[in-house]
């Protein structure tokens, strides 16, 4: 490529990478910054400017102009990449935004358990080798009547971890109402397909009838599968097997019955005036051989799969040598415990559970909580309004259900709401809030405390660095 003269000139005119080293050495405190990372910076501003000479869309070349790039460039190395965001969404179980928050009791445990060594895999008792899920299982087991218990990495590993011990090379039936996808390519076909098991579908999409199940059944069946269908609700002409219809016939025929509740609750949410979800106590009471459940869907704790059942099949999962490959981390397993622990007095739970909290939460105190956030921003140049909007459980969970919400809509004035929304998830922290009907709205309900005015403050910024 030919160079113009003047291109020529610039690119002369570029400091090195000594000169622009020991400049930002000079400006940055010692041992702030590891080394690496200034040379790195130095070297890709340098670079990022010529390909700028080289392209023509650099006009001139100062060591200041470098410098800045340089510093920008630190500035978002040295930032943690998974850092936390504000939620204005109102979707309370965020797949994207780290579904469940974890109650102080279990950050607590995490510490505890972290920066010292533990009785992980130790039977204080006997002083030899222990089990890890010992700190959890007579906890699942109290609080949802199983026999037995243990716990995984995640519930898509819980029932992929099941299917594999269960179906062993034979049939699982399925009612095609329940073939669930979860997202992350994560589909109820699929994982039968990787457990070496053989999908019996059997019904409709909208009626599966007992008779069905009865009918598929040959010396080839080795499961009934029932899948909470959490994400998605088939409405209208519809009718499915319960689960203890489906005990009654596993019983008969010397079949197990798996329930994949999903979301999993321990809490009826029919008693805090919401619709009900099946809870793990309901499936276990059903008799159900084996259930599963995630750990940070409507629980409200980390991420883990639990499996509850009778002994003969947790004893037989454990035997997996899948099940080494998806063990449940300490942190994890920490956290897991803490939350458990909560669950042995319901009203403790529903006030120290995050996501039970938000969930439960009334439209009263949306309504408190928009005021204050309409008050923090009353002294701006912005407009705010109180809309009677509603809020979601989220998480593949309760999937029509709206949570009656006071939001505040936002406008600031010869900005968009598109604009406003992604100058917002620029901010540090990210705020991250909705558009609807080309407003910007923002739901308190998934607020945290100090949130508002972190906004507050995201929203002087904004306004200030405008023309
Ligand atoms: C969410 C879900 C899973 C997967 O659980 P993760 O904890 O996300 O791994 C499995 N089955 C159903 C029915 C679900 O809703």
Do not use: W
Not at 19 to 46: G, K, M, N, Y
Not at 177 to 201: C, H, Q, T
Not at 258 to 268: A, I, K, N, P
Not at 435 to 463: C, F
């Amino acid at each position: 490529m030919e160079l113009r003269d003047t291109q020529k000139q610039l690119l002369r005119a570029l400091p090195g990478v000594d000169t622009l080293l020991d400049a930002l050495t000079a400006e940055i405190p010692e041992e702030t910054v590891p080394r690496s990372v200034l040379t790195a910076s130095a070297r890709e501003a340098l670079e990022a400017t010529r390909r700028a000479i080289f392209t023509g869309t650099h006009p001139t070349v100062d060591l200041a102009s470098v410098l800045t790039l340089a510093h920008d460039l630190i500035h978002r190395k040295m930032r943690p990449n998974l850092t936390r965001v504000i939620n204005g969404t109102g979707v309370v179980v965020h797949t994207n935004l780290g579904r469940s928050l974890l109650a102080e009791e279990a950050l607590d445990r995490i510490r505890a358990v972290g920066d010292r060594y533990s009785n992980l895999e130790f039977n204080l008792a006997t002083g030899k080798r222990g089990l890890r899920y010992s700190a959890v299982e007579e906890l699942i087991c109290e609080i949802s009547g199983a026999e037995a218990a243990m716990v995984v990495n995640n519930n898509a590993g819980a029932v992929l971890l099941c299917l594999d011990t269960l179906v062993n090379g034979k049939e699982a039936v399925v009612s095609r109402g329940e073939l669930v996808e979860i997202g992350g390519a994560f589909r109820i076909p699929d994982v039968m397909a990787k457990s070496g098991g053989i999908l019996k579908e059997v019904g409709t999409t909208n009626r599966t009838h007992l008779r069905d199940y009865e009918q598929a059944v040959t010396d080839e069946t080795g499961l009934f599968l029932k899948v909470h269908t959490s994400n998605y609700s088939i409405v209208g002409f519809t009718s499915a097997v319960s689960v203890a219809e489906l005990v009654t016939l596993g019983k008969e025929r010397g079949i197990p019955v798996m329930d994949d509740l999903g979301s999993g609750t321990f809490v009826d949410f029919g008693d805090y005036g919401l619709p009900s979800e099946p809870t793990v106590q309901q499936s276990v009471k059903a008799g159900a051989d084996i259930v599963t459940f995630s750990g940070d869907k409507l629980l409200g704790g980390p991420q883990a799969g639990v499996i509850v059942g009778s002994k003969t099949h947790i004893d037989a999962i454990r035997k997996n040598p899948l099940t080494r490959a998806l063990r449940i981390d300490k942190l994890t397993l920490a956290a897991l415990e803490a939350t458990l622990r909560l669950y042995r007095d319901e009203a403790e739970a529903v006030a120290k559970i995050p996501t039970l909290r938000m969930i439960t939460m009334d439209r009263e105190e949306t309504v408190a909580r928009a005021t204050a956030l309409m008050d923090a921003l009353a002294t701006l140049p912005v407009t705010t309004e109180a809309l009677a909007l509603s809020s979601r459980p989220g998480g593949g969970s309760l999937p029509l259900l709206e949570l009656p919400s006071c939001c505040v809509g936002i406008t600031v004035p010869g900005m968009g709401a598109s604009a406003l929304e992604k100058t917002l998830r620029a901010n540090d922290p990210p705020v991250i809030g909705r558009i609807e009907n080309e407003t910007y709205i923002l739901d308190p309900r998934t607020l945290q405390e100090g949130d508002i005015s972190l906004i507050a403050d995201a929203l002087e910024t904004l306004v200030e660095a405008r023309p």
